[in-house]
């Protein structure tokens, strides 16, 4: 008779809050082996034992601090987007406007992704996933970024950013999946946010045919 299947993503992990020092350490060390493999790999050909072989640890090891293979991710996303939200702090804005703000923040948001392509990848797939533990780290997620492009639009009422904000995210949002799907190149990415920023919050009223100013693209040093 064969031993009864466990479902993993049925085990709840430890909590952060109930783990030493040493273990948070050790969690830690395996989500920086996560988003290591992802720098290489996509994720569908990684293996939640290739993560363990990576950190240097035991597989049961990996889920006793997550859940599942989407669990895990999910955090390695979140210790990803920490990087971009420290970076965005220690290099202020040098937009004038909301819209120049707003458009140096989609860049810069653009630029980190080119970074790690495989990551787009990772956001659209744990989008549907049906681990609980991941669908809430990716909410807590949405909302850090959320406040990150909602700090760049400082000056307009909080309202009128709030969808400005949920406007120019959900274009983001397709705009990487088709990226990542091969579907549209990186410019045109570039391009498209450009477009949907000055719609939103600078009309092209006064401009010429092609609805543009005269502003430096900064896009020339991707």
Known sequence: MRPPVVNRTQVPPVPSAALTPGQLARRQRVIDAALALTRHREFNRIQVKDVAEEAGVALGTVYHYFSSKDHLFAEALVSWAATFQASVARHPL???????????????????????PHLAKLVATLEVSSD????????????????VYMAAVEGIDPD????????????LSSLLRSWSAGRLSILDVYSRLDEVVSLVLDPPIGRGPSGRDGRADDRADN
């Open 94 to 116: 040098a937009g004038t406007t909301p819209a120049e703000r707003l458009t140096e923040t989609m860049h810069r948001t653009v630029r980190a992704f080119q970074r790690q």
């Open 160 to 171: 009128s950013a709030a969808q400005v904000v949920w406007v120019v995210e959900t274009v």
């Open 132 to 147: 609980p533990f991941a669908t809430e780290i990716l909410q807590r997620l949405d909302r850090a970024t959320s406040d």
